[in-house]
């Protein structure tokens, strides 16, 4: 795990890259560089791929990047509140967060009835 090297490893690209690959969005916090991690563009991408909400820490300029807001929204629906003003006016981006979030509701009803029974739907109608 990305945590138990030393800082001046979980400051190096390659490595923390690696790290994501392996380990997912949760070594957000043990990669050293600041700049890395918030900055980078492999990085930041890496990150959304892994989890959307990662977005939140991403610097001004890559929350202005349409592939990465992209790929944020394919793991995060409300990731488009999260980029770029002008990110937020784009119609292709609102189009795909709109279905990002439907899919999401769909598959929350899905799973809850399938863990809870039919008498779920009532409970969800409210």
Do not use: W
């Amino acid at each position: 795990p990305l945590y138990t090297l030393p800082k001046r490893l979980r400051s190096d690209k390659e490595l923390v890259l690696a790290a994501i690959a392996r380990e997912g969005a949760y070594c957000f916090d043990y990669i050293a560089s600041n700049e890395l991690r918030t900055t980078d563009r492999d990085v930041v991408m890496a990150l959304v791929m892994a989890d959307g909400t990662m977005l939140e820490h991403a610097c001004h300029e890559l929350r202005a990047d349409k592939q990465i807001v992209l790929m944020a929204l394919r793991t995060y629906a409300d990731a488009l509140q999260l980029a770029s003003k002008a990110l937020q006016a784009d119609k292709e981006l609102k189009a795909k967060a709109t279905n990002r979030n439907e899919e999401e509701k769909r598959l929350f009803k899905h799973y809850a009835a399938k863990a809870c029974g039919p008498g779920v739907a009532t409970c969800l109608a409210r």
